[in-house]
């Protein structure tokens, strides 16, 4: 059973960059047909979907925050990292590690979560 | 940017049929996922392309996609349906989710 970990500082300066690392357990990160994605909540809100990463390398990101984020992957180690340059108070949220399967013209969805962690931005 | 519409929140009655729907441009062209979230927890995926349901999910939870708008359809609503449900597709390569809908069963 594949679990998902976030982990990293809980708060952020202004500014600053927001760097949080996921590690994958109980399956490969280079298993084919996987994305694994980044998903926040803003506190009392809903679900916005950062973007994802393939464990080739290849990534796709939300528009809207597409020239502050960048997510890598570091299949040796079974982790794959966000950062989020240039934060302000708006980029505080529950940040999740997540895995979406999609295959050909399928997508069968995010059926993959880490329990989450939150990150404050605050001075 | 495209966009998903809900119903900020529906209530239903124990036993009773709750339907909760998500609409967007061409939707049905479009495959929908749909997650349960209950507080303090992570979200779980309790229907994917349109209609189908994960292993371990109760067949009272069902799906639909048509033109605009996906619906969501919970039979014989429980109070542990209570949660808010967030509808999902892709545009354009990138996810998009609806702004979540919460179900109140009273």
């Known amino acids: 059973q594949v679990r998902l970990q976030e982990s990293g500082p809980g708060l952020v300066k202004p500014s600053q960059t927001l760097s949080l690392i996921c590690t994958v357990s109980?399956?490969?990160?280079?298993?084919?047909?996987?994305?694994w994605t980044w998903i926040r909540q803003h506190p009392g809100k809903g679900l916005e979907w950062i973007g994802y990463?393939?464990?080739?390398?290849?990534?796709d990101y939300n528009p809207s925050l597409k020239s502050r984020v960048t997510i890598s992957v570091d299949t040796s180690k079974n982790q794959f990292s966000l950062n989020l340059s240039s934060v302000t108070a708006a980029d505080t949220a529950v940040y999740y590690c997540a895995r979406e399967s999609q295959g050909g013209a399928h997508y069968y969805g995010v059926d993959v979560w880490g329990q989450g962690t939150t990150v404050t931005v605050s001075s | 940017s495209y966009e998903l519409t809900q119903p900020p929140s529906v209530s239903v009655s124990p036993g009773q049929t709750a339907s909760i729907t998500c609409s967007g441009d061409k939707l049905g062209d479009k495959y929908v996922c749909w997650y349960q979230q209950k507080t303090g927890q992570s979200p779980v995926l309790v229907i994917y392309e349109d209609d189908k349901r994960p292993s371990g999910i109760p067949e009272r939870i069902s799906g639909s996609n048509s033109g605009s708008t996906a619906t969501l359809t919970i039979s014989g609503t429980q109070t542990i349906d209570e949660a808010d449900y967030y509808c999902?597709?892709?545009?354009?390569?990138?996810?998009?989710f609806g702004g979540g809908t919460k179900l109140t069963v009273l």
């Open positions: 109980g399956g490969s990160i280079s298993s084919g047909g996987y994305y």
């Open positions: 990463i393939f464990y080739s390398g290849s990534t």
């Open positions: 999902q597709a892709w545009d354009s390569s990138a996810g998009v």
